[in-house]
């Protein structure tokens, strides 16, 4: 980032090409190929946001919007997963009142 601030007349200097490769390169270096080979042991919905992100980013090409895609599925399921985990329990305190416990996550997917 700094080259690119700094030494912008240099940078645009180089062709395109070999940016690109450059970033083919490091995209192929960082991926984890034995994440498709683990795809199957892994739980369904990290599986499922993984797929649906790479699915975003290759189709329309814009690494952002597949990110948001990817956060917006993780926090759906996230919410799904934590909303299911509660325990009330219900205690008569004798002079007419009620105790409630509540054990869990309390939020708005919990209702």
């Known amino acids: 980032l700094i080259m690119v601030v700094f030494l ?7 062709p395109m090409a070999a940016l690109v490769a450059v970033m ?3 995209s192929i270096g960082t991926f ?13 919905s990290s599986s499922i946001v993984m797929v649906s992100t790479v699915i975003v980013v290759v189709s329309t090409h814009n690494l952002a919007l597949g990110v948001l895609v990817g956060v917006l599925l993780a926090a759906l399921f996230f919410a799904n997963k934590i909303s299911r985990f509660m325990l009330v329990r219900s205690a008569d305190a004798g002079d007419g009142h009620r105790i409630y416990t509540v054990i869990g ?7």
């Open 8 to 14: 912008d007349d240099w940078i645009s200097q180089i």
């Open 24 to 26: 083919i390169m490091v």
């Open 32 to 44: 984890s190929w034995d994440s498709l080979r683990n795809l199957k042991s892994h739980p369904l």
């Open 105 to 111: 996550q309390v939020f708005f997917a919990t209702a």
